[in-house]
């Protein structure tokens, strides 16, 4: 199971609003709701930021949002904010009923 | 509160095994899969393997880079799931988180442990 496609670099000002992409295919995000986002700040654990491809748990922002289109799921974030600056991991269910990861998107602000 | 603390990393040689434990607390951990995700150092998220809940049979899955040399088990009654790493090659060097996984009918991973390093050298 190859890892779902991020991109390594997302930069944006304070304010402004950005969008990660994940790529997959018809056996991972392409086939399944069940896509999740999260966040990890430097040294820390990561944290649960979208769940069910555009779910948020209690307690995230509404600045973060989630879609799908086909194989490709995406995560927004508007009105950066410096505390926004970490990487982003998407995750997917697959069809072997394992999970994958995406490659991480270093966000920038 | 929700809790999960992983134990049991250290230094080991390559080829030799070793046993990561997650410690939960705050829920009912019998009625949750639990999930081992890892990551080497300055690299992704790697999904490492998963077991289900007794009520979905207990049962396991693995990614290809550790099935036959890793095993994940579960002692519900001390609420503990465990990681049994055999056969180790310095590529599992890496911080071994273990999640608590909301699944069937959904999947993905709302509480995270602080992670326990395993450096695999000789």
């Known amino acids: 199971q190859s890892a779902l496609t991020q991109p390594a670099s997302v930069s944006g000002s304070p304010g402004q609003s950005i969008t990660i992409s994940c790529t997959g295919t018809?056996?991972?995000?392409?086939?399944?709701?069940?896509v999740s986002w999260y966040q990890q700040h430097p040294g820390k654990a990561p944290k649960l930021m979208i769940y069910?491809?555009?779910n948020r748990p209690s307690g995230v922002s509404n600045r973060f949002s989630g879609s799908k289109s086909g194989n490709t799921a995406s995560l927004t974030i508007s009105g950066l904010q410096a505390e926004d600056e970490a990487d982003y991991y998407c995750?997917?269910?697959?069809?072997?009923?394992?999970?994958?990861f995406g490659t991480g998107t270093k966000v920038t602000v | 509160e929700v809790q999960l603390v992983e134990s049991g990393g250290g230094l080991v040689q390559p080829g030799r095994s070793l046993r990561l434990s997650c410690t939960a607390s705050?829920?009912?951990?019998?009625?949750?899969?639990l999930t081992w995700v890892r990551q080497a150092p300055g690299k992704g998220l790697e999904w490492v393997g998963f077991i289900r809940s007794k009520a979905y049979g207990g049962t396991t899955e693995y990614a290809a880079s550790v099935k036959g040399r890793f095993t994940i088990s579960r002692d519900d009654s001390k609420s503990i799931a465990y990681l049994q790493m055999n056969s180790l090659k310095t590529e599992d060097t890496a911080i071994y988180y273990c999640?608590?996984?909301?699944?069937?009918?959904?999947?993905?991973?709302?509480?995270w442990g602080q992670g326990t390093l395993v450096t695999v050298s000789s």
């Open positions: 705050g829920f009912t951990f019998g009625d949750y899969a």
């Open positions: 999640t608590r996984d909301i699944s069937p009918g959904t999947s993905y991973f709302d509480y």
């Open positions: 069910e491809v555009s």
């Open positions: 018809s056996s991972d995000v392409g086939g399944y709701k069940h």
């Open positions: 995750s997917s269910y697959t069809s072997s009923r394992t999970r994958v």
